[in-house]
């Protein structure tokens, strides 16, 4: 018997490589798996400009970043919601606090979300032709919406992020970490308190997902041998000046040192 439902993730036309030079633009879902890839060594820039919502705002952040060319770029649309500065016409990424009447609130059209994520793709791909996106839609839902219009607002999100995939099938795929949240982890108990974002256990039991569908078995082997380093060097010790924990720290730098000659991309910055 199945006591519940299993989200099917299709397989990609790539592998994640270990280190590998990755862009998150996106929701603070965005934040989450990215700072998760971090800790983990790849060499990810995390939402450069903040946290971006919406695909006009994602489209805004890709175009300013030029201090890494990326292989993997992970795109986490959260909301169709933009404003658009009354002055200017044109839609901000932040209201910097500055009075509400300065702005007018509007949705984007699917066609809209579609284009500008387009437009997203082509740049990337104009900087380096062998560029892979993995596209996304953050689960959290936006209460402020009222829980109807969240869910209209992620339903525009997911039509636009599926026209993309078929657009650019070669450099495109969905991961559908709404669908995860949503659907196999339906339990408040893997929510966070205020029963909206997803709690440490549901954004682990995410990375496993996409460990095992997008990474290739040397760089799940390389986080095999990076676990106990990685630990080793987050250690806090009770005494820092004995023998004993700098015999510790001494085995664990000759370890590393090991790490970094079997895998180049740890020597880089």
């Known amino acids: 018997m199945e006591f519940r439902t299993k989200v099917k993730i299709e397989k990609p036309n790539f592998e994640i490589a270990p280190c590998e030079k990755m862009l998150f633009v996106g ?11 971090q800790k983990e060594r790849f060499h990810a820039v995390v939402n450069p400009d903040g946290v971006m919502y919406n695909p006009a705002s994602i489209l805004h952040t890709v175009s300013r970043f030029e201090d890494m060319i990326p292989s993997i770029v992970v795109l986490t649309l959260g909301t169709n919601h933009v404003y658009i500065l009354n002055e200017t016409g044109e839609i901000v990424d932040n209201c910097r606090k500055m009075p509400q009447h300065l702005f007018t609130e509007r949705e984007l059209s699917q ?23 993995i596209v996304t839609v953050s689960p959290i839902r936006y209460a402020k919406y009222g829980y109807h219009g969240s869910q209209l607002s992620k339903s525009v999100l997911l039509l636009a992020a599926d026209d993309l995939v078929k657009l650019y099938p070669e450099i495109c795929t969905y991961f559908p970490a709404y669908e995860i949240l949503n659907d196999e982890l339906r339990d408040y108990r893997f929510y966070s308190a205020d029963m909206l974002h997803p709690s440490e256990q549901a954004i682990e039991y995410i990375w496993e997902t996409i ?12 986080l095999i ?32 040192e090991e790490m970094k000659k079997k895998y180049p991309g740890l020597n880089e910055e």
């Open 211 to 222: 460990k095992e569908n997008y990474f290739s078995e040397v760089t799940k082997q390389f």
């Open 225 to 256: 041998e990076w676990k106990p380093i990685r630990e080793a060097l987050s250690h806090r010790p009770f005494n820092p000046d004995s023998q004993e924990y700098k015999d510790f720290i001494s085995l664990t730098m000759q370890k590393l």
């Open 111 to 133: 066609e809209e979300c579609l284009q500008y994520l387009s437009d997203t793709v082509i740049m990337l791909k104009s900087r380096n032709k062998n560029v892979k996106v």
């Open 27 to 37: 929701s603070c879902f965005a934040d989450n798996i990215g700072k998760r890839f």
